[in-house]
């Protein structure tokens, strides 16, 4: 209903009707002449869409229970393979009984995560349900899981530094330091400017850079973990290498392993990003979840510098 208003200035209640409304890709109405008359109801909504409708904020409370399975299933991850070490170090438990219960909290672990990703980036986007969280919530919420991430890192850091108390270096050690980590490393880092770069494309509402930048980033990502499959086939196979090769083998494949898995689901949330970006869900106004995934592959960068660093650089000192 709008009012209309005569000549005199005085506006009466009788609506008048408008052109003919259609939707575009990107969730706005438009007139018959071209023009962007408003937001379309059914378009990309959820953590990223620019407006919310007008009722009571309790309604858009999230609450999930995905992330309470993630952690279960992290915990099962962690004291499984924890169960496997001691029972291979001192035989008291069985390593098996640890090898499996490790087996199912990864299972879950992904099952976890997997829902989250769907419920809060993935759902809104198909069924156009408006998310509740603003931006910054989002992104302090990121900070705020990155920052417990790093016990988890530093939990293997600390073992690793443990282990060189202890006669260094060990017999087992094999040549880390060599051009495969190097240009692994090379790619994880070029990956992560395309990325920077990507997300300020979207600012500029340069689409195409945007969607050719975001592509790169995940070929890069894809790439990177291609070359750690490789780099422990070679150590494995032609090294004889593995984790079972004393205390600084378990360091070195829990904390690569810990880190490629951390890759493995950025990679993941790219992907879900290069669906979205090709469905114009994107925009110079709607890049929440483009700055949360950022975030993270910045994170996992870093540790990976950081561990080059201490564990190949640092274990050939």
Request: glycine residues 14%.
């Amino acid at each position: 209903m709008a009012r209309r208003t005569d000549a005199s200035g005085s506006g009466d209640d009788t609506a008048f009707e408008t052109a003919p409304v259609r939707t575009d890709g990107g969730g706005h109405g438009v007139s018959s002449d071209g023009a962007t008359v408003g937001h379309d109801p059914d378009g990309p909504v959820g953590p990223d869409s620019p407006h919310e409708p007008d009722v009571d904020h309790d309604e858009h409370e999230h609450r999930s229970r995905w992330p309470l399975v993630a952690a279960v299933g992290a915990g099962g991850l962690y004291g499984g393979a924890a169960i496997a070490i001691l029972g291979n170090e001192t035989g008291l438990l069985p390593p098996l009984v640890g090898v499996a219960l490790a087996v199912v909290g990864t299972i879950v672990l992904l099952a976890g995560i997997a829902g989250w990703v769907d419920e809060v980036f993935l759902a809104p986007a198909r069924e156009g349900a408006v998310g509740g969280s603003s931006r910054e919530s989002y992104v302090w919420t990121t900070l705020l899981f990155l920052t417990t991430d790093v016990s988890t890192f530093g939990a293997l850091f600390i073992y690793y530094f443990f282990v060189r108390v202890g006669t260094w270096p060990p017999e087992e050690l094999p040549p880390l330091l060599g051009s495969l980590v190097i240009v692994n490393t090379a790619i994880l880092l070029a990956s992560s400017v395309t990325f920077h770069y990507a997300h300020e494309a979207l600012e500029e509402g340069n689409r195409r850079r945007f969607l050719g930048l975001l592509g790169t980033t995940l070929v890069l990502g894809i790439v990177f973990l291609g070359g750690q499959v490789y780099e422990y086939y070679e150590f494995v196979v032609h090294e004889g290498f593995s984790i079972s090769s004393g205390v600084f083998g378990t360091a070195f494949y829990g904390l690569t392993g810990l880190h490629g898995f951390h890759v493995a689901l950025g990679v993941g949330g790219i992907a879900v990003l290069c669906w979205r970006a090709l469905r114009g869900h994107y925009g110079p106004d709607r890049d929440t979840s483009v700055a949360t995934v950022s975030l993270y592959w910045h994170f996992v960068d870093f540790v990976w510098v950081f561990l080059v660093l201490v564990l190949y650089v640092g274990a050939t000192v």
